[in-house]
């Protein structure tokens, strides 16, 4: 199983930005739709967005719509995640992985990027 790499979490303020990245070294990454998810302590694993195989589609969750922008580059096979104006209440792992709608596709999951918000 291929297994995605992500990066660039940390510790952040409120109000903060932060850019995560996540590559896969998967010959077919360009046919997938990608997303984020993140996974909060004590918390189930929720979807955060996505981004369709040639990135001309992008969709997010209620809870950071106009705050978050996914992108990717199918010619580095990685997805990233901007992050902007962030809450006490995105800390979390954030993990990515192939999608089909809101779910992920794939059972093989990352060690995520950890990232942290303080009020």
């Known amino acids: 199983q291929v297994q995605p790499v992500e990066s660039g979490g940390g510790l952040v303020q409120a109000g903060g930005s932060l850019r995560l990245s996540c590559v896969m070294s998967?010959?077919?990454?360009?046919?997938?739709?990608m997303g984020w998810f993140r996974q909060a302590p004590g918390k189930e694993r929720e979807f955060v967005a996505a981004?369709?195989?040639?990135?001309?589609?992008?969709y997010y969750s209620d809870s950071v719509e106009g705050r978050f922008t996914i992108s990717r580059d199918n010619a580095k096979n990685t997805v990233d995640l901007q992050m902007n104006s962030l809450l006490p209440e995105d800390t979390a792992v954030y993990l990515c992985?192939?999608?089909?709608?809101?779910?992920?596709?794939?059972?093989?999951w990352g060690q995520g990027t950890e990232v942290t918000v303080s009020s």
């Open positions: 998967r010959r077919t990454f360009s046919s997938y739709a």
């Open positions: 992985n192939a999608v089909a709608g809101r779910e992920a596709r794939f059972d093989s």
């Open positions: 981004i369709s195989w040639n990135g001309g589609y992008t």
